[in-house]
């Protein structure tokens, strides 16, 4: 991945004039081109990582897996966040890890975690660095170096059950080897975020990551049967039978942990067999609550598709200028269905009949076919617009079904309270991607033009858009996690009690504190 921009810079499509002056009237603001400086211009602070601590990190993983060179330090600086975009572009990159260690298997990595500890060096987990929340910001949190440490070399499949429908694999594995290993036994994993090209199997289950495919397959969390778990004080092993009474769910307290609590190494999954059939349609409505009801009736009934998502009339409409179609009036659900033929078929009665009883209009498969062919280049068009001058960010939460339009009113009003002004005005688009029986997630995109200081602008916005979210009963993070970004309103979501038992098992994985400080848990009052 770059370091400027989400993968490969040349993959960033190029704005054509006249879209970039239409967009410049609609936020009505003058745009200024902002270019990434020459990475040689990059500012890194010197590495911490004297001879000593290197000597102790390469007798672990051999001197070649020990890096203090400063292109591979400023590769694993932080994120893919707009922010750490901005910062980066700009040549600005501390912090920045004092090393990059590359482990080969779980027990190397519990030996750096042993040195770390005695040592007292920070420990970052990185899988593919698409953290969108400060989550692998290389933090020191009061210890003298930090390090990163890069999971790519655990990418292999450990196992296949197919009898029992499941598989283990490496932590480091992104999710297309790890769909390409699958595959040549005929299974899939299914679980297909947008930073799919990117982001590892470890990485998935550190976040509690939610895929297209959620409707059908499940969040992440639920596909993890088993997990092993490298701690300061050993391994942990958590889950493997189907299910159990044996006490509280450990394997539960370790995903979503974001590499504060021990360091994910293998990943049980549940798999299937791959789909024989995948069918398509879309859908409009009249207007984005009636959109949303329709998959609140889908998402209580056994008639579920595989993917559903419900875009709002903004988002309905950009989406179809900047694919150079016509726009539907309304909004613009997008369905999808996965399995063997008859079962497909089953399915898409069902929900078509629930639909237009729901009062909407079929489209036909050509605009999710659209969505499809653009669904991991949307980042790409970010890196475009980035240089541009325009920001383009998102951010996403989830609430009750009750309480889903009032918070979608609630953070949309945060969201264009806090960037309308002298600067220019805001674009305010959202999503409903991932349903449950209870509720769905609200997945939101802004864009607004950067002005003289981007990141502030974005940060008082993302600020006014989060006290919302705690305001109106959302939860601070769906299923981009919490990282460093979202931290602050962590007390507010889990309680006194509720921090003080996170601290209590910190100190028990991880009594020094080395492991991503200043990430997820808060601090005590």
């Not at 009636?290 to 998502?309: E, I, W, Y």
């Amino acid at each position: 991945m770059s370091w400027f921009a989400w993968g490969d810079p040349a993959r960033a499509p190029e704005l054509d004039p006249g879209l970039r002056d239409l967009v410049a009237q609609v936020l009505r603001a003058r745009l200024q081109d902002m270019p990434p400086v020459p990475e040689e211009l990059v500012e890194l602070p010197p590495s911490r990582l004297g001879p000593r601590l290197r000597e102790l990190f390469a007798g672990v993983v051999g001197p070649g897996h020990v890096s203090t060179e400063d292109p591979v330090r400023l590769r694993h600086c932080g994120g893919k966040s707009t922010p750490d975009l901005l910062l980066r572009r700009a040549g600005r990159a501390d912090p920045a890890p004092d090393a990059v260690l590359y482990p080969a298997d779980h027990g190397e990595v519990e030996r750096l975690l042993a040195v770390c500890s005695e040592e007292r060096v920070a420990v970052v987990p990185f899988g593919g660095g698409t953290s969108v929340v400060g989550g692998v910001t290389p933090l020191r949190g009061g210890f003298h170096a930090v390090v990163s440490l890069d999971l790519r070399r655990l990418d292999r499949l450990v196992s296949v059950d197919p009898l029992s429908s499941t598989a283990v694999l490496g932590a480091g594995v992104r999710g297309p080897h790890a769909e390409a290993m699958l595959a040549e036994h005929g299974l899939t994993l299914g679980h297909l975020p947008q930073s799919h090209e990117y982001a590892t199997i470890g990485g998935y289950a550190a976040t509690r990551s939610s895929g297209q495919a959620s409707s059908g397959y499940g969040r992440f969390e639920d596909m993890v049967v088993s997990l092993r778990v490298a701690t300061p004080r050993g391994t942990l092993e958590a889950g493997g039978p189907p299910a159990s009474a044996a006490g509280p769910d450990l394997q539960r307290l370790l995903l979503g942990s974001e590499g504060t609590l021990g360091v994910i190494t293998e990943v049980g999954v549940r798999v299937r067999r791959a789909p024989e059939r995948v069918l398509d349609e879309a859908w409009s409505f009249p207007d984005f609550a009636s959109g949303a009801d329709a998959l609140r009736v889908l998402a209580q009934s056994d008639a579920r598709p595989t993917m559903a998502r419900v875009l709002d009339e903004s988002e309905t409409f950009v989406g179809a200028a900047m694919g150079g179609r016509e726009a539907v009036p309304g909004c613009q659900a997008v369905l999808g269905f996965e399995g063997a033929p008859a079962e497909v078929e089953a399915r898409a009665a069902a929900v078509r009949e629930a639909m237009a009883e729901a009062g909407g209009t079929p489209l036909g498969p050509e605009p999710v076919a659209h969505w499809r062919e653009n669904r991991f280049s949307s980042p790409y068009l970010r890196d475009t617009l980035l240089s541009a001058g325009i920001l383009a960010e998102t951010l996403e939460t989830a609430a009750s079904w009750t309480g889903l339009l009032p918070l979608y009113t609630a953070v949309s009003e945060a969201l264009t309270g806090a960037l309308e002004g002298d600067e220019g005005g805001a674009v305010v688009m959202c999503h409903v991607s991932h349903t449950y029986p209870t509720g769905a997630s609200l997945y939101f995109t802004v864009a607004t033009a950067a002005g003289p200081d981007p990141v502030a602008r974005w940060g008082r916005a993302k600020r006014a858009a989060s006290d919302a979210i705690v305001a109106n009963g959302g939860t601070i993070t769906h299923h981009h996690a919490v990282g460093s970004d979202h931290r602050p309103w962590m007390a507010a979501e889990i309680g006194p009690l509720g921090g003080d038992v996170l601290r209590a098992v910190k100190a028990a994985l991880d009594p020094e504190g080395v492991l991503n400080p200043g990430k997820l848990i808060p601090d005590a009052d």
